[in-house]
């Protein structure tokens, strides 16, 4: 793990590169990065996130700027801008069930291929997935999500890298934090080594490639 600044942390992501972002409208969503990702004008991104936010809040800055053009995930109902923007054919939406969008990331970052779901079969869903029967029962075979970088926030980060979340914040960062192929960490507090105790680290250091240390 090594120690950046925000600005350093956001150079390293090209324009039309992948990437997670965590948070539940907003809550537990790195707002520093995504802030610097507005600055630099990241353009042509494939943004992977339970939801766009509003407009003025997490990921909602994005659409805001006109930085993505392709979505993956489970709603877009409060944000209009993405709304009008998927609309005018700007932004390519993907929607999928949450819990399938969970469990894509989750195999994402086990290394699976992808996973077996009941939801959707019947149903435009569907469409184009393969279908798999087990024990009789028909299953859409829907493949694993992986990104570029995962933009993760925590509670709690220490100097080696381990993490430690809050409340909502836990719903999607741990996962997209083992699902990408940089991880770039935000948090609220960075204490040292020793403070957060082994049974309370949810995201373990070797998977922290990059942590904020500025702003």
Partial sequence: MKAISVEEAVAMIPAGASIMVGGFM???????LLDEVVRQQKTGLTLICNDAAIPGKGVGKLFDAALVSRMIATH???NPKAQQQMLAKQVDIDLVPQG????RIRAGGCGLGGVLTPTGVGTLVAEGKRQ?????KPFLLETALRAQFAL?????????GNLAYALTSRNFNPIMA?????VIVTAENIVPVG??????VVTPAPLVDFLITNG
């Fill in 132 to 136: 798999i029967e087990v024990d009789g």
């Fill in 178 to 182: 083992m699902a990408a192929d940089t």
């Fill in 195 to 200: 403070v957060i105790a082994p049974d309370h």
């Fill in 100 to 103: 399938t969008f969970v469990e």
């Fill in 152 to 160: 993760v926030h925590a509670f709690l980060a220490d100097y080696l």
């Fill in 76 to 78: 877009i109902g409060l």
């Fill in 26 to 32: 907003s809550v537990g969503t790195p707002e520093r």
